[in-house]
């Protein structure tokens, strides 16, 4: 399932369908002690336990999630960010990221500064009005597909010179782009930024701290694995980490990645940042749900 896909289809697609409906009241089970890292969970995970947005909130909270992350954040109207804000500040969570800058079908950031500046900071400047709005520290770029026709040096430089303009407007209010790497042998072909070291080498040289990498696990286990090294070498420039096995893209766990000794080692290594749950259930209805969370105290018990 690639990240179009994912936005709107299954548990995404479903809470964004059921968003403004009657809600089903919040559950009100016994609040569980918080897991070590900060999971983010996304609307549409749980809704089979909550049916509204809020309820959803309180059902992460009392299962012990302290953050919430949301791609679609920026299409939801003023009124229903502000609304999922109280939410959050209601139940105790923090705002992961939503998307600030995404093109899965064009050339955007490798492309020459003077033809897509002004769409470029348009992005970023909503993003940046977003932010505010819901209390987000981060916000993901993806950075558009790759020239065939350009040599892919021209296009490194136009992209880092692209981020530097980008980074210029996020730097006023503190928010963070992350950078995400996306794997292109299964969800993403054509993209411009599929490696870690890509990524490393591009936030080194735009130099600013509103300019950083989201790793996601899925992605990078079926583009390169060797994912605790790489962590090691880009670990000053991560901001956000995202989940998902591989094969299957669902909770970990459920595939060959070991995710156990992976969060020991990122809380081992420090780190106090949100990652993001961005995958599905493997198993259908509440109990499914359930496993998801069972799923994840099992690989935070490092």
């Given at each position: 399932?690639?990240?179009r896909q994912f ?14 409906r ?5 559950t009100s089970g016994?609040?569980?002690d918080p ?12 809704r089979?336990h909550a049916e509204?947005?809020?309820?959803q ?5 009392e299962?012990g999630?302290?953050?919430l ?7 939801r ?9 109280a ?8 705002m992961?990221?939503f998307v600030?800058?995404?093109d ?6 490798a492309?020459p ?5 002004e ?29 065939p026709g350009?040599?892919w040096?021209?296009q490194?430089?136009n992209?880092i010179?692209?981020?530097k303009?980008?980074a210029?407007?996020?730097?006023e ?14 969800d993403h072909?054509r993209?411009?930024?599929?490696k ?5 080498l591009i936030c ?9 990498i989201l790793c996601d ?5 079926i583009t390169?694995g060797?994912?605790?090294p ?11 980490f995202q989940?998902?096995d ?7 766990t ?9 969060f ?5 290594k420090?780190?106090?940042g949100?990652?993001?749950m ?7 209805g509440?109990?499914?749900e359930l ?7 099992s690989?935070?018990?490092?």
């Open positions: 399932m690639n990240r936005l709107m289809s299954g548990a995404a697609g479903a809470a964004l369908a059921g968003a403004g009657g809600s089903a009241a919040p016994p609040r569980r897991f070590r890292l900060r999971y983010a969970p996304h609307f549409g995970m749980f089979h509204s947005l809020e309820g909130v309180a059902f992460m909270a299962q999630f302290t953050a992350e949301d791609n679609g954040m920026g299409g109207p003023v009124a229903k960010q502000e609304e999922i804000r939410a959050m500040e209601k139940h105790g969570l923090a992961g990221v600030a800058s995404a899965f079908r064009e050339v955007t950031f492309a500064p003077d033809r897509v500046r769409r470029i900071e348009a992005d970023l400047r909503k993003a940046v009005e977003v932010a505010k709005r819901v209390g987000a520290q981060w916000a993901t770029v993806v950075p558009g597909c790759y020239d350009t040599e040096d021209y490194t430089a992209a010179e692209n981020l303009r980008a210029a407007i996020c730097e209010s503190g928010l963070v782009m992350v950078l995400e790497p996306l794997n292109p042998w299964r072909p993209l411009f930024l599929t870690m070291p890509q990524a490393y080194r040289a735009v130099g600013s701290p509103s300019c950083k696990i899925y992605h990078q286990q390169e060797n994912l605790i790489n962590i090691d070498r880009c670990w000053d420039e991560i901001a956000y989940t998902g591989n094969p299957g893209r669902k909770e970990p459920t595939g060959e990645i070991n995710y156990r000794n992976l020991g080692h990122i809380h081992a420090g780190f106090e949100i990652i993001g961005e995958h599905g259930n493997s198993k259908g509440k109990a499914g496993a998801v969370v069972e799923a994840y105290r690989c935070d018990a490092f």
